[in-house]
């Protein structure tokens, strides 16, 4: 059974660019969360989405946006990156409400 | 506002012998947590995880322990091997609150030969 696979694994842009990240789920689960992880700050929650709507929003900025398709893919955008934007983004699926997240090995996101 | 706490950065301990991990909350309505091991460029793996309504879980080496009334929970490896060593993250669930994990910053677990 495939896990989560999140493209691409590094990224390199440059401050005011913007960038999208996208997250393939287990087959089967449809619900999708994003968490970006920094140095000292632990995995903070962005969104999560089931069923292409959005359920759950962290306390992030505008400038992260989410969405999902009707296969349960997600990607998320970031607009108008700022040098603080660099960071590890991980995806975790889990089918309806479960107990178990699974999370895929993160876009490595740097911003110059 | 951290209302998961892990307020060990680092723990060194010797091949064989337990390791503790400690984590604590705020937040009343966490119904459910769960502890996470990440080793670097990699995404967090699932240990294990206990329900509010119990006060221990185990599996294999793992075992976590909930105290509610402290709002505090542990996790004990025993027995420790090398291959233990990384980053291990508590985490926490609200309630009806979908799928929302809330996380402590980390404890890096050196386990020595």
């Known amino acids: 059974k495939a896990g989560v696979t999140q493209t691409p694994r590094y990224l390199i842009k440059t401050r005011g660019q913007q960038v999208t990240l996208s997250c393939s789920p287990i087959?089967?689960?449809?619900?999708v969360s994003w968490y970006q992880q920094t140095p000292g700050q632990g995995l903070q929650f962005l969104f999560e989405?089931?069923?292409?709507?959005?359920?759950n929003k962290g306390n992030f900025p505008g400038r992260f946006s989410g969405r999902q398709f009707s296969n349960s893919r997600s990607e998320m955008n970031v607009s108008t990156l700022e040098l603080g934007d660099s960071a590890l983004y991980l995806c975790?699926?889990?089918?309806?409400?479960?107990?178990?997240?699974?999370f895929g090995s993160g876009t490595r996101l740097t911003v110059v | 506002d951290q209302q998961v706490k892990q307020n060990s950065p680092s723990l060194s301990v010797q091949e064989g012998r337990i390791s503790i991990l400690n984590c604590d909350y705020t937040n009343s309505m966490f119904d459910y947590f769960l502890w996470y091991k990440k080793y670097p460029a990699e995404g967090p793996t699932f240990l294990i995880s206990i329900s509010s309504i119990k006060d221990k879980n185990e599996d294999g080496r793992f075992t976590v322990f909930l105290n509610k009334s402290a709002k505090h929970l542990s996790l004990h490896i025993v027995p420790s091997q090398p291959g233990d060593s990384a980053v291990y993250f508590c985490a926490a669930r609200v309630a009806g609150g979908g799928n929302k994990l809330t996380f402590g910053t980390g404890t890096q677990l050196k386990v020595e030969l």
């Open positions: 975790a699926s889990s089918s309806r409400d479960s107990y178990g997240y699974t």
């Open positions: 989405y089931f069923s292409e709507t959005q359920r």
């Open positions: 087959s089967g689960h449809r619900s």
